[in-house]
């Protein structure tokens, strides 16, 4: 009788301790997880950072403006231009 | 000698009574443990639940953040990026005397206005500076002040700017939407803050969720029919067209013809939505939905449409139009271009006047009321945005033969221009009217038949007639494209009557004519000097047009030869 009974205590300690590892590990895990929610939260305001920039660099005007003055490109002349059909292209 | 020999030899008898009360004592101590657990677990259990959770237990705001508004390729239009706010309890603040020189100069005021701000120790919270660039808010979190403190917000930007400003609208100092598609879109937008129960270890890291008490959902992106483009080049030829003519106003809209898309919508005077420091209600006005004008020669194409629809005449019957005006009840009715005789093709072409009144008149009220009514005229567009304007139709049976008559060629009605260019539908879909929409859709759109598909090619082929050389409107015409429109120049109403030297030019169109794609509708309001549509409107239309074809790639039906020009009387036409 003696004998399960120390069998059970120490079965018994041996879950409490389980129990005590186990908690810390989800606490622990949980603020990984928190941590990993919080950077997926900062990408995404950066992402909207980068396009609000890349929408903005990239604006017709700016790019129309560059590209007539810096670059010195045009829309070339009627006459000057001939459109190839479907089978002239392949 | 031992107690337990003594014992044992039973020398020494223990009073039974003695183990008694040792054990009532024990069993009274065990009693008094088990009331007091029974206490503590079972009555007082909530105060103590309550003084353990306030030791750990903590309610936190999940913020939602406002959807992204982009255009149809996903060219971002409005973005929500967070910023800090700067508020202080001001009865905790202690400044020194060079500590609020910085710190007034980092929040952009002065040392006085920022003591008058703190100069309130009865209230406890005061924003001293709302929404400041990241950088700052950094430089005044290092200064480490006492009672000052930062808070995260949210703000737009509009990096399109004044381009777009008038169709997404903007967005309150709490980042809800208070105008245009930033208001009309705010339920799917906006998103919703949740909030949550946690549980924080000793260095404030959250260790567990206990509990979701509402979850936060963000908004949802809105991607809307717009080409951002199309819009940029929109704006910026009416822009230029509105200062060109130092003209009050000007708008326009283009539409895709298939899938009824709105592909772009400009208003001039614009404003910065990033900025909004000074802003007058004519800057707001979202004049494409919201403003209303008698369209003037714009609306003869419906009238002619009915004509032909009747039965009566066909595009070759000709009207007689001499000797170019028409007395109706006390009122006159003039043409530019007096004829004596004129086709009903021709009739558009030159944009007679008597001619449209002498065909409206040939019908019944009913039927030309029916046809506008139809085409959507005084009904509010089904368009999901704030303030659209439905326009004004007065019902047939009010209607005298000088107003039939008037009606015909645009006067005595009144529309806004994106209905005008939605009633131009039926010619480029050859006879329906697709629902027009800002949110980019699926390509298939289904139409309601409004007039049948001879009548629709019989007037397109009419309306490409008028910006040839002999019609009012050859400055619309574009290298490489065949084009079909038709302007329109109105006298403006002032004070219930008409303005004698106030117009309002406008052209509405459509290309390529073999296969229509694109409808663009422009309208200048005041222009100063030249004023017709054929001469003020219709450029803008073939500046935006030609760039809008060769953007979606639609195929030439035209040789690319360059065009011959068009006389200066050409664009003259009545009003």
């Known amino acids: 009788m003696a004998k399960l009974n120390l069998l059970l205590l120490a079965v018994l300690v041996a879950c409490a301790l389980g129990l005590v590892t186990s908690q810390h590990k989800a606490r622990k895990l949980f603020s990984a997880l928190e941590r990993e929610h919080d950077h997926g939260r900062e990408l995404d305001i950066e992402y909207g950072r980068l396009q609000l920039e890349a929408s903005t660099w990239g604006q017709h005007s700016r790019v129309a403006r560059i590209a007539a003055g810096t670059l010195g490109l045009r829309v070339p002349d009627a006459r000057r231009v001939r459109l190839l059909g479907r089978d002239d292209a392949q | 000698m031992t107690a337990g020999s003594i014992a044992a030899r039973g020398l020494v008898r223990l009073p039974v009574w003695r183990a008694r009360i040792v054990l009532v004592g024990l069993i009274a101590a065990f009693g008094g443990l088990a009331v007091r657990a029974v206490y503590l677990q079972a009555l007082r259990t909530d105060f103590l639940q309550e003084k353990g959770d306030a030791r750990y237990s903590r309610v936190l705001e999940v913020p939602a953040t406002r959807g992204r508004i982009t255009d149809r390729h996903g060219e971002a239009l409005a973005v929500s990026t967070p ?27 002065t040392a006085r206005e920022l003591h008058r701000k703190l100069a309130e120790p009865e209230r406890d919270f005061v924003y001293l500076k709302r929404q400041l660039a990241p950088e700052t808010s950094e430089a005044i979190a290092r200064l480490g002040l006492p009672g000052i403190y930062e808070q995260r917000e949210y703000r737009r930007y509009y990096p399109a700017g004044e381009v777009t400003a008038h169709l997404l609208g903007f967005t309150d100092v709490e980042d809800v939407g208070q105008e245009g598609l930033e208001l009309a879109y705010e339920q799917s937008l906006g998103g919703r803050r949740g909030s949550r129960r946690v549980l924080k270890d000793r260095l404030g890291h959250v260790v567990e969720d206990v509990q979701s008490i509402r979850a936060a959902q963000d908004g949802t992106d809105l991607t809307l029919s717009i080409d951002s483009k199309i819009q940029s080049l929109a704006f ?33 005077p614009s404003y910065n939505p990033n900025n909004r420091a000074r802003l007058s209600g004519a800057e707001l006005r979202n004049r494409v939905i919201t403003d209303l004008f008698e369209p003037g020669s714009t609306l003869k194409p419906f009238t002619i449409a009915l004509a032909l629809e009747s039965g009566k005449v066909t595009p070759q019957t000709m009207v007689a139009t001499d000797p170019g005006r028409m007395t109706l009840a006390h009122y006159t009715i003039r043409d530019v271009h007096p004829a004596a005789a004129l086709s009903v093709t021709q009739v558009l072409q030159k944009s007679s006047n008597v001619g449209a009144a002498k065909l409206a008149l040939a019908m019944p009220r009913e039927a030309l009321w029916d046809l506008y009514d139809r085409l959507g005229f005084g009904r509010v567009p089904q368009l999901g ?95 490489g494209w065949r084009v079909a429109g038709k302007t ?79 006389s200066s009387d050409a664009s003259r036409e009545s009003t």
């Not at chain 2, 030019?505 to 409808?519: D, T, Y």
């Open chain 2, 83 to 109: 910023v800090k706010s700067i508020w202080a309890i001001p009865s905790d603040v202690r400044l020194k005397p060079a500590q609020a020189k910085t710190l007034a100069r980092l929040l952009g005021m």
């Open chain 2, 236 to 268: 910026a030829a009416l822009k230029s067209a509105v200062e060109r003519h130092r003209a009050k106003a000007g708008a326009l809209v283009a539409l895709d013809v298939q899938t009824g898309e709105v592909l772009a919508l400009a208003n001039v």
């Open chain 2, 385 to 479: 945005f704030p303030g659209a304007a439905a326009g004004r139709l007065r019902p047939y049976r009010s209607w005298r033969p000088i107003e039939q008559a008037t009606m015909a060629y645009g006067h005595g009605i009144s529309v806004s221009l994106m209905q005008l260019a939605r009633a131009y539908m039926v010619f480029a879909t050859d006879g329906e009217l697709v629902p027009l929409t800002l949110v980019k859709s699926e390509p298939v759109a289904h139409g309601e038949r409004i007039i049948s598909v001879d009548t629709a090619r019989a007037v397109r082929a009419m309306l490409e007639s008028a910006v040839q050389p002999g019609g009012t409107g050859p400055r619309a015409r574009i290298v």
């Open chain 2, 488 to 566: 329109g120049t109105a006298h403006k109403q002032e004070n219930g009557g008409y303005a004698a030297d106030k117009y309002i030019a406008s052209f509405v169109g459509l290309a390529p004519v073999s296969a229509p794609r694109v409808i663009i509708a422009v309208m200048i309001d005041e222009p100063v000097g030249d004023y017709y549509g054929g001469s003020v409107a219709a450029p803008v239309f073939a500046e935006l047009m030609q760039a809008t074809l060769r953007l979606l790639g639609v195929p030439h039906d035209a040789p690319l030869e360059p065009l011959e020009p068009p």
